[in-house]
């Protein structure tokens, strides 16, 4: 068949590489994808955000699967949109409606399912910049550290934790008056700190049935030992030591089979991935937050260890037979180092020259922010520009393939972190 995949980032990248390895991807076309993509599949300049155009592609080209891979047009009702119109309607869309994506779209709104549905989590409470009297006081009832989240989408930077009650003030004002997330800290969840290990886990449903994927840990800190500020996510390792049988035995009793049923129970169609953001606070599962596709980097450290068609899976979850998929993993172990822009999280320089390694053994290179100059050459157009995947049969294997494929990658100004995985080899 003919697949369109939506997105532009290094989990699109990895996804892309997947769906073109099965016998069952005809033509893969990537809107708008990036310089990695367009190795691998057909690039489209379309923006993730213009129904209209993506609807008049899919009947242009006769798609018979469409794979969104980011939020946004998640959040904004693509899947909604496209069931909506005649020509498109029939056609198996892998992501949940607008209703299932306010799961991601908003704090609030998830903190509110969680809570009607029994699923472990920290306590908390909401307030609008009406309310900021009443948070500031609540600020006053509450242990520290403590979080603040953004409501709405804030490409992955919308929480603070905050270590003393005049950064919490301050910094709750500062969301609420000032609006520094924008619109999405129209709201603010105070929420409860939670120690111990995070960890993210992947959860494909079809609405009805589901498989758990692979789990992840991942590094959101720009600066090693998780310092400075936070980002997109720094890289990743898979499989989780922490995370054995008996935990994920819990994770699935009381996370992933509630929030399953609660979907359906609550009528909110689901047909996508669930990424769900967990602490494992002294062998127990408590909720942090979900995200309703897969997270980035995570999917560069997933992907590489489903050995099934992972077309298959897609078209599982679109056409609401995912109870018939096989799903097998390796047990090697996959390592994920991003390579970003100088500069990043912050303002940084675009258009700088990127040199890759003709041979790369053990990994995997993933574009994320990469594109072309007028000359033809690879440069940078965001702030995460490269993920690299190391694989191997240890942990230590896994990191030394990833690293070895980084210090071939080069441009001015890149920046990468030196300790990702180095917590879970310590715990070895």
Known sequence: MNILLLGSGGR???????????????????????????????????????FDAIRDFITSKNIGLVVVGPEEPLVKGIVDYLQNQPDTATIPVVGPSQLGA???????????????????????????????????????????????KADGLA????????????????????MLLDRKFGEASSKVVIEEFLTGIELSVFVATDGKNYKILPEAKDYKRIGEGDTGLNTGGMGAVSPVIFADEAFMAKVEELVVKPTV??????????????????????????????????????????????ESDFLELLYGIGTGTLDSYQLK??????????????????????????SLPENVIGAEIFHAGTGRNENGELVNQGGRVIAVTGKGESLQEALSNAFTAVKGINWDQAYYRKDIGMDILNLM
């Open 155 to 174: 490409a992955g930077k919308g929480v603070l934790i905050c270590l003393t009650l005049e950064e919490a003030k301050a910094s709750l004002k500062e």
């Open 102 to 148: 306010t799961l991601e779209g908003s704090k609030d709104f998830s903190k509110r399912f969680m809570q009607r549905n029994n699923i472990p989590t920290a306590a908390y409470e909401t307030f609008t910049a009406a309310q900021l009297d009443a948070g500031l006081a609540y600020l006053d009832t509450q242990n520290l550290p403590i979080v603040l």
């Open 329 to 354: 993993i390796s047990p090697d172990y996959a390592a994920t180092i991003v390579m970003v822009s100088g500069g990043y999280p912050g303002s940084y320089d675009k258009g700088k020259v990127i």
């Open 12 to 50: 699109e990248h990895a996804f892309a590489w997947k769906i073109v390895q099965s016998a069952d991807c005809t033509q893969l076309y990537v809107a708008p994808g990036n310089a990695g993509t367009e190795t691998i599949a057909i690039n489209v300049d379309i923006s993730i955000t213009d």
């Open 261 to 306: 049923e609660g979907l359906a129970k609550e009528n909110i169609p689901y047909k996508g991935f669930l990424f769900i953001g967990l602490m494992n606070k002294d062998g127990e599962p408590h909720v942090i937050e979900y995200n309703v596709r897969m997270g980035d980097p995570e999917t560069e450290a997933v992907l590489p260890r489903i």
